[in-house]
């Protein structure tokens, strides 16, 4: 185990570090001066560019002027923004915060949906719950993210009226912001109407939890469903069963850990699913997340808003697949053997 | 002379042709790959089907709804937007740039991606490793952010797009057509077709690649649901095909502010949309099942 996870950390390392050489190159790719679109200061503040020419070493050769902004990129002088002029850095905490609350919520709850739903449709085995379950799975997972959430919002917030379509939470309220995260905003703040925050909080946040959830939901029915299948023709079902074991108890202490496996292993690959369907969400429900932030920042050609939004937004994907492989391995001993005998 | 077979032989069906018969016997997947076919040939002949050129725009009629509506008008079967211009044109004109220019991205990157995922494979050692290793970090960054990238660098339009489809699905098929030669190389056939002393290029092209003709259809149709979806979503973000082309993504975008006034123009071309990409996932995901079928009869 020790062997495989300093390998996968090793091969993290070596991915963000290849990912830093793809975003300093990007600066010559952009139109534009390479050093306005690294740091945000334009040519035309003689005396900031100056220093900033000094600072990143652009006087000397490409190998010393990358290894000056990795440098900078450490000690999180990240530029700033050419629209804003603010530091990109201190400006994407917050957003980072407001993204991961509705991808983890997301995932919560097509977690629990998925599974739950997989293990009953394999229960119900080419009955008709499993065919309607099953025929919706993959009818929903058609669904274009925008389209679904256009049409819940037609439903949800035009026909029936229930719900705020755009933004965090009512502008009245007076919130802080720290974390981004509204719901832990509200917690850590002490207005007197706190209550009353959190209520138009959830209001808001319901429908495009909803919108991003079912993608990875109608994906973790199937994974399930099948994993479920393979497992139940396994002998130590039936020897569970020949033992006398009640269904649920099979169901539940033999069937469904064993099953849960292939699942672990897909929720890497469901949340990169999730995180492009995040940029285009927030874009539809006005979210002040980092994909709303990434793609108003290529409108405005915003470069040093762009690399930094993309630099945490790929280092946030390459970070949680590395973190399931290394739970998958960690929980799963039959993988980790197999990952060794590989070798 | 009478055909003359005098001796019993088994005939095994190759390995797409056991898909095929598999499929077949799949009323979803027939259906799934009719729609899908109806869809080309609409697309192939849309300029000559379309009942109004897609940019005529008819003062007379503007957000007009569809012809079931009570005021409705059978002359424009789906309705007109809000600047009256005929809407079953617009979508039909539109499965070119929606259906047309994602197969054009994927027949593109296939191209590129088999002969680089097949060099791969056959190839062993470190160049192999490192390759695989790679891949799989690049194929985690989600495409539409990496289309995003490249949209960045070269501006939006639709060759761009194009361009930036087309590079990010080659990763793909360089991962599954290796993968999948990877898993062939050293079963017993391969050997003994080695040991009979077959060039390497008859060993790609005609033992091993009959082999996994299964895994690279299944590869062209996921491929293909991404160009769509990836295609549509930049259009929908303002960064892919501009207006006024017929796309269906930016004809989506484009109805976010009417939707109030006039749903149709956002339900028709969504329905499209998502019309031709269940279709392609639903053969996508009958062809899986085969597969799995297949290997476990084996």
């Avoid at chain 1, 026909?159 to 705020?164: I, R, V």
């Avoid at chain 2, 791969?120 to 990238?149: E, R, Y």
């Avoid at chain 2, 892919?240 to 149709?264: C, F, H, I, K, N």
């Amino acid at each position: 185990m020790i062997y495989y996870s300093l390998r996968r950390l090793f091969l993290l390392v070596i991915t963000l570090w290849l990912l830093t050489i793809f975003i300093f190159l990007l600066n010559y790719l952009f139109p534009g001066d390479p050093l306005t679109n690294m740091t945000g200061i334009r040519s035309g503040d003689e005396f900031a560019y100056q220093i900033a020419r000094q600072a990143y070493a652009f006087d000397q050769s490409i190998f010393s002027q990358y290894w000056h902004f990795l440098e900078q990129l450490l000690i999180g002088n990240w530029g700033q923004s050419l629209v804003t002029e603010r530091p990109v850095f201190d400006d994407i905490l917050p957003v980072l915060g407001a993204t991961l609350e509705l991808s983890i919520l997301a995932m919560l709850i097509s977690l629990v949906f998925g599974v739950g739903l997989g293990l009953y449709a394999s229960l119900n085995l080419h009955r008709t719950a499993d065919t309607i379950i099953m025929g919706i799975s993959l009818s929903t997972y058609s669904i274009p993210v925008f389209w679904l959430a256009q049409l819940l919002i037609l439903l949800f917030a035009v026909k029936l009226g229930w719900t705020p379509i755009s933004s965090q939470i009512n502008p009245l309220f007076d919130i802080e912001v720290v974390t981004g995260s509204i719901l832990t905003d509200i917690a850590l703040s002490d207005v007197p109407y706190r209550a009353a925050a959190f209520a138009d909080a959830l209001n808001h946040l319901w429908l495009p939890v909803i919108v991003l959830a079912v993608m990875p939901l109608t994906m973790l029915i199937r994974i399930t469903r099948d994993a479920m299948l393979d497992v139940l023709q396994k002998n130590y079902i039936r020897a569970a069963r020949a033992r006398g074991l009640s269904e649920a108890r099979i169901m539940l202490r033999h069937g469904l850990p064993n099953a849960m496996q292939p699942v672990v292993r897909q929720l890497g690959l469901q949340f990169s699913i999730l995180m492009s369907n995040i940029i285009i969400a927030e874009m539809i429900f006005n979210w002040p997340g980092i994909g709303s932030w990434l793609v108003k920042s290529i409108y405005e050609r915003d470069y040093p808003v762009l690399q930094g939004g993309l630099l945490t937004l790929a280092a946030l994907i390459l970070l949680v697949n590395v973190l399931v492989e290394l739970f998958h391995a960690w929980h799963y001993p039959q993988v980790r053997k197999e990952l060794y005998a590989e070798r | 002379m009478r055909n003359a077979s005098i001796y019993f032989q088994q005939r095994e069906p190759s390995p797409l042709r056991q898909i095929w018969l598999h499929m077949n016997t799949n009323p979803y997947a027939v259906a799934a790959l009719y729609i899908l076919g109806i869809l080309m040939v609409i697309m192939v002949f849309s300029p000559l089907i379309t009942p109004y050129s897609p940019d005529q725009q008819f003062a007379d009629a503007i957000s007009h709804p569809p012809s079931w509506h009570d005021e409705g008008e059978i002359r424009f079967l789906f309705g007109t937007d809000d600047l009256g211009r005929d809407l079953l044109s617009r979508i039909i004109a539109g499965s070119v740039y929606s259906l047309g220019y994602p197969i054009l991205a994927v027949a593109i990157a296939a191209t590129i991606g088999i002969t680089i995922g097949a060099w791969a494979g056959m190839s062993s050692g470190v160049q192999s490793s490192t390759l695989n290793h790679m891949l799989d970090v690049i194929l985690s960054i989600p495409s539409l952010l990496m289309a995003l990238v490249i949209i960045a660098i070269l501006g939006p339009a639709l060759h761009n797009v194009m361009i930036a489809i087309t590079l990010v699905l080659i990763p793909q098929f360089i991962h599954s057509v290796h993968n999948a030669i990877y898993d062939e190389r050293y079963k017993e056939y391969v050997t003994a077709s080695r040991l009979n002393g077959c060039s390497r290029w008859y060993l790609l092209t005609r033992v091993i690649f009959p082999n996994i003709t299964t895994v690279v259809v299944m590869q062209l149709t996921l491929a293909l649901s991404t160009a769509i979806l990836d295609i549509a979503a930049l259009g929908f973000l303002g960064l892919g095909v501009q207006p006024p082309a017929p796309e269906w993504g930016t004809m989506l975008a484009r109805s976010l502010d009417q939707v109030y006034l006039s749903p149709w123009t956002m339900v028709l071309p969504g329905m499209a949309l998502f019309l031709t990409i269940l279709s392609i996932n639903v053969l996508g995901d009958s062809i899986r099942t085969a597969i799995h079928e297949r290997v476990r009869s084996v």
